[in-house]
């Protein structure tokens, strides 16, 4: 059978001084997949938009900013990561610059400028502890991963670059 992922971004959006990330802890909506996690900002590819342009419409949603300087850090392959089983495919990028400003809350939750450094104490989905030092580290070069699910919970992890 073909692989028909749901095709998704994920950024992570640098404050000015590189040493926050701005995230959404997912605390708004009861049936929420993600309640109760921090998670970066994101969502489902329109059938009209590329990964760029939706990674900018889902900031712009979600954050009430625009991003000016965006950075493509990986893709990551989640087979089973839905709420009924479904795949997705991410396309996860770090913003380095924006113009506006975020408000406290959107739809999905609080939003919190939270340290680099303090990011691993934050309740994540497990596979985040994974790849998001990836995200941050200094290496130019893209990776891709590929992260199954099963039941909710992480079942491996491998990565290449």
Same mark, same amino acid.
């Given at each position: ?9 994920? !950024? ?5 001084? !590189?040493?926050?990330?701005? @995230? $959404? ?5 009861? !049936?929420?997949?993600?309640?109760? /996690? ?5 969502? /489902?590819? *329109?059938?009209?938009?590329? $990964?760029?342009?939706? @990674? ?9 900013? *625009? ?15 839905? /709420? ?10 770090? $913003? ?22 303090? @990011? ?26 590929? @992260? ?6 992480? $079942? ?6």
């Amino acid at each position: 059978m073909p692989y028909t992922p749901i095709v998704a971004t994920l !950024g992570y959006v640098l404050s000015p001084d !590189g040493r926050h990330c701005l @995230m $959404v802890h997912r605390n708004a909506r009861p !049936g929420d997949n993600h309640l109760g /996690k921090y998670n970066g900002l994101g969502g /489902k590819l *329109e059938p009209d938009e590329d $990964v760029m342009a939706g @990674m900018r419409r889902e900031i712009r949603e979600e954050a009430g900013i *625009e991003c000016q300087s965006m950075q493509l850090r990986g893709t990551i392959s989640w087979p089973g990561f839905g /709420k009924n089983g479904e795949d997705w495919l991410g396309f996860i990028f770090l $913003v380095g610059q924006f113009s506006g400003e975020p408000p406290a809350r959107n739809a999905e939750g609080d939003l919190h400028w939270v340290p680099l450094d303090q @990011m691993e104490s934050l309740p994540l989905w497990e596979g985040d502890r994974h790849f998001l030092p990836l995200v941050f580290d200094g290496d130019p070069r893209p990776f891709h991963g590929v @992260m199954p699910y099963r039941a909710g919970q992480m $079942v491996s992890w491998a990565y290449s670059r």
